[in-house]
Each structure stands twice: as C-alpha cells, then as structure tokens.
C-alpha cells in the first residue's frame, strides 16, 4: 500500500530500546488527554461540562443542531446570531454560553448522517468515524503500525476530540490527499475538493499539484468543490452561499481580528495572533501571516517541482505540516499533522534526541500557555519543526542533485 509514496529503504528506523521509549511516551500523552476527556463529562448543577462550561460535545453540538435546523427548515437561522442562539437554547439548555455557526454552507452535507442520531451517539459515531478516517490515510504512509496508531490517538487528535471538533477528518483529507496525488490522482483532487469545508486547510493543495504538473488533481479538486456548491445550493437552497458571504464572513473577520488576547486565542497556532500578541495592528498582522505563508508556498513548490529529489512521503508529512504555518486561523484542535511529522522525524531517526520529542509530543497540551501569559508564541514550535525538516530533506537532496549534475 505504501509503494507509490516511499519505499521501505526511506525509513531508517530506530532501536527497539528508542521504539519502546517512542511508545511510552505516546502512551503518556494518550493518558494525559484521557484524564482531561474524562473531565470534560463531569457535570455543574445546571448540566454544563466542568471542563468547558458548555456541552461536553463542545462545538459538535454546531454542526449536530445547525444541521438539524437546515433539515427542519430553518436553514436561515444559522445566518442569524440571535435566532441561531435561541434555537440551539430550545434544543439543549438555556444556560448555554453563546455560540455561532462559522462553516461553508457545504458543512452541512458533512453533517447529515450524524444529525439522524441522537446527540450522544452521534457524538461517539463522528469522533470515532474521524479517528479511524485519520488512521486510515497514514496507512498510506510507511510507518510503523504502532506509531500510525500512537499518531492517530496522538496529543492533537484527543484535543480535537474534546472540543468535539473536525480536525482527525481535516487531517484524514490533507495527508490522503498528498499521498494518492502521484498514484490516484482523480481522488486526491476529490478529497481536497471535500477539504473546502474548512478551506483555509487546504491552502496549499493547489501549488502542491501546479508545481508538480498534476492538473488531473488540480482539475478534480475544483470539479469537487464546484459541485459541493452545487449539491449543497440544490439541498438548502443556493440563497445559503450568499448569506454565508454576507453575514457569516463577516462575523468570523471580526472573531479572528478581535483585539488580543481573547479567551479562544488561547489554543490559536498561527503567526497571525503572534503579530497581534506583539501589538501589530490587523493589517500588520495580515502582512506578518503573509510572510509566513508565502515562505509556505515557495518551500511547496520547491519540494513538489518535477526536478525535486525530495522524497515523496517527505514532501506528504511537510506540506501537511507547513499548513499550520501558512493559514492565517488555525488552532491546536487542527494540528493533527503536527503530531504527525514529529512522529515521521523520530521514526526516521532525524528528531535531534528522544527527549526533544518527549516535549514536542505532548506540546499541543500545552501551546495555550504562552498565550495565557500575553504571547501568542504557539506557532513558533510547528514552524521551527517545519524549518528543521525542511533542513533536513534539502540536505539530503544535495548531493543527489550534485551527482546527478555531474
């Protein structure tokens, strides 16, 4: 199965003494987050989480309720702050802290199956769905059952799980869709088209596929996109598209140009929020992202060129990685190709000491502390693992380029 992303020869491996270190500290990370999972269902008075103060599925219940208001027939409320709150205070409970629906209308077609379920087990249907969906892409991928697990049930992925959020199935779509680019390329293009339900995760799918010629990608992907347009104007009515452009656009600008620090940058990972934490203005901060973002590309396009020598599932893991740095919002509940990459450096015996990859393991628990502290520094540990790797496969391809230049 991993024969078109990389051979078996890339991989070098570690001991068996460091591959049972590997596992301890996967097994640490995995308990840490179980403890905290474990919080998140023990109840106030008033039937809130302790943990969040909110429902334990946390922002599971948008995509469950705004789902079930579209199929009911008040798709319009989701554009509609107040009527949106109401409606999700009749379904669970009037104490519940305000919320938005902040997804593409194209959401809701992901939504449609969990919202025929109660809640609870709808809950437990999307967060073990995800989980295995991300387990199933690293398959494409040659590493080593164990550690395809320890990913798949990594620090990131058991964040996401307790925000009830979408980041195991956003990863599942990133790195399946990097890894089938070369050998399927018609269904790699639909699941990046699938990925423009949270858009801003597959930036840099295109120049992934343009730098490396793959239009048949390319084409799909804008295909699948159009007609998730399509199909979801056909369900809910294609007045959605533009309500979504005029309230729900707007709204989200406003959450993530909000003055810093807000109680949600908490778990913010993008250079954007770091430019506000040092005082930029929005505007510089855009610019600031932008650096970043362009570095992003430019490193992509590097890596998936027809000349490079970068093997291909390096290019997979950094161009998963490199997301993180080149969107302008993301947050620790979508870092799920983090975990990955710092699994694929230790694995490949590139990570610079177990010890390193102890703290780097378990950091999406505790990125939120700079920012707790007025720093949104949270980036800085992604994009330094992103400049490390990037280090590593340009020195490996060198000499490679050298001999055959000469």
Known sequence: MTDDVAGKDEVQGRTRKE?????????????????????????????????????????????????????????????????????????????????????????LLIGLVPALLPIFWAYLVWTAGTIAAFRLSLRLLPLPAGIGWAVALSPAVVTSAIFGQNGALTAALLVSSLALSRRNPLLSGILAGLLTVKPHLGILLPFAFMASGNWRAFLSAALTAGLMVVVTGSVFGFEVWQLFYDRTRPLMSAIMEAPYPQLYHANALTFFILGRSLGLSVNGSYLFQAVFTLASILAVVWMWR???????????????????????????????????????????????????????????????????????????????????????????????????AS
């Open 19 to 107: 591959m049972q270190f590997a596992m301890l500290v996967a097994a640490a990370g995995l308990v840490i987050g179980l403890r905290y999972y474990a919080e998140l269902w023990v109840f106030e008075p008033n039937g809130l989480s302790r943990l969040s103060d909110r429902l334990p599925y946390w922002d599971f219940t948008n995509l469950w309720a705004g789902t079930r208001m579209a199929i009911e027939g008040h798709v319009a409320w989701l554009f509609d702050m107040e009527s949106y709150r109401a409606g999700l205070r009749a379904m669970f409970s009037p104490d519940l802290p305000d919320q938005e629906w902040s997804y593409p209308p194209s959401m």
């Open 306 to 404: 027809r000349a490079s020598e970068v093997r291909f599932a390096d290019r997979v893991v950094l161009t998963a990685l490199l997301t993180i740095c080149a969107t302008p919002y993301g947050y620790t509940y979508d870092a799920a190709p983090y975990s990955l990459a710092v699994a694929w450096f230790f694995v490949r015996a590139r990570s610079p000491n177990r010890y390193v990859f102890c703290l780097l393991w378990i950091y999406p628990y505790l990125a939120h502390l700079p920012n707790f502290n007025g720093i949104g520094a949270g980036i800085l540990v992604p994009a330094g693992l992103a400049a490390y790797g990037l280090r590593e496969v340009l020195r490996d391809s060198v000499p490679k380029t050298a001999l055959t």
